[in-house]
């Protein structure tokens, strides 16, 4: 700061000096040349005052430690194992070190005087330094098994220990963890991000060489969806979510509106393969018995120019349509529409803006029974295809009335199937 008693000139810490009655200036931060113009003659002797700093002495790029460390000093922590240092993540505590093959943790005491540095066996690494995030829910990663690639969360269960769990092969069925099969994607590039309640991992398909689709989750719904949007790396501004487009040197603000660009994309869900379940003394089990169902019940949201269409596959046989659900049903209500446009994903708002229903904005509410009188049937998988760009979502659904025939398998499955003995 410059003055002369009666002015203020202030450096505005990109070399420019600033004064508060008009004054002028700059300065050269590297010569140390500065040039002010006061406002008014100068009425006294002009005086400087300043603060210089050395980050490598005494500040935060200052790495020295004495032979006898004190507290506030540097330390020096070897990590040989596991390759490169791929991220720092400062979670509950202490500070977990992905490498691109092991995982590292560190925790220092309060007098800043005790250090661990333990490597967590059994626990992989991760393929890049955007593979993995710290959230208030825990540390999502990818761990990028070739043989077997998962989402997975590292955070404290229920006894107070730190784990690592999948959180894309979250399901018993059986004796094995079922969920999404990620074997076709590679995550080498992946970005990771969080956004309001979502979790977005970017992946590329093993036929491409650029990422060219995002895994969405849902860490309230506990799901997870696929979109066909590139993504390099993602940034959050102004409550706004951006990706950086891994084709092209140009970012794009995502989930906003209905299309890609201009140009619709397809637009569908499905579900996991499932057999049913039971419930017996408060455990929950896989319905292992052939059998049939003949009702599906379904509850969601819908606009009105949208259509979306129901199918279903059994015993992993070609999906069939069931059902069509439209916007212009009677058995939509929109006595209370639901308005697209406030924050109903991320923090932001999807849908193009502020909405009015009568331009088909708003969304009415549906419930649906769709007779289905299934075959007989050990597993089923349920799939919504929307047929145009627009808002539906899927709230719940139900397979009702099943009957349990017998334990044998599905004809197909069975030996000599379909031949005459």
Known sequence: MFTDTSEKIIDNGNGVLVGDAGGTGTINYTTGAYSITFN???????????YHDNATSGSIADFTFTATRVA?????????EGGDIQNVIPWG??????????????????????FTNLPMYGQTGIPNWRASIGTTRGIYYVDDDLSDP??????????????????????????????????DYRFDKCAVIEYGDLVLFAARHTESAINNCIFVLNQKQHSVDKVDIRASCFAIYN??????????????????????????????????????????RRRTYPLNLMKRTHLLEIEGEIQKNQI?????SYDRNPFILVGTQQGLDSNVDYTAPVYIGGPTIGSG??????????????AGIFKKTIKIHSPKYMEVQIKFIARTAGYVSIIKYSFVDIRTKDSRMAVKYRPNAGNII
């Open 40 to 50: 008014a003659n100068a009425v006294g002797a002009v005086t400087c005052t300043y």
């Open 72 to 80: 506030g000093e540097a330390i020096f922590l070897v990590q040989n």
């Open 93 to 114: 505590g202490s500070f977990y070190i992905p490498h691109t093959k092991l995982t590292y943790k560190v925790t220092d005491s309060a007098d800043d005087l005790t």
């Open 150 to 183: 998962q989402f997975k969360i590292g955070r404290f269960n229920g006894t107070n220990n730190f784990v690592f769990e999948s959180i894309s092969k979250a399901w018993k069925l059986g004796d094995t963890m079922s969920g999404i099969d990620l074997r």
């Open 239 to 280: 409550g706004l979510l951006y990706a950086g487009d891994s084709g092209t040197e140009n970012v794009y603000q995502i989930f906003v509106g209905y299309d890609d660009e201009d140009t619709n994309f397809s637009n569908f869900w499905i579900g996991n393969i499932t057999r049913h379940f039971i419930s017996q």
């Open 308 to 312: 979306v269409d129901i199918y279903i």
């Open 349 to 362: 708002e999807i849908g193009g803006g502020p909405p009015e229903f009568i331009e088909g904005i708003g």
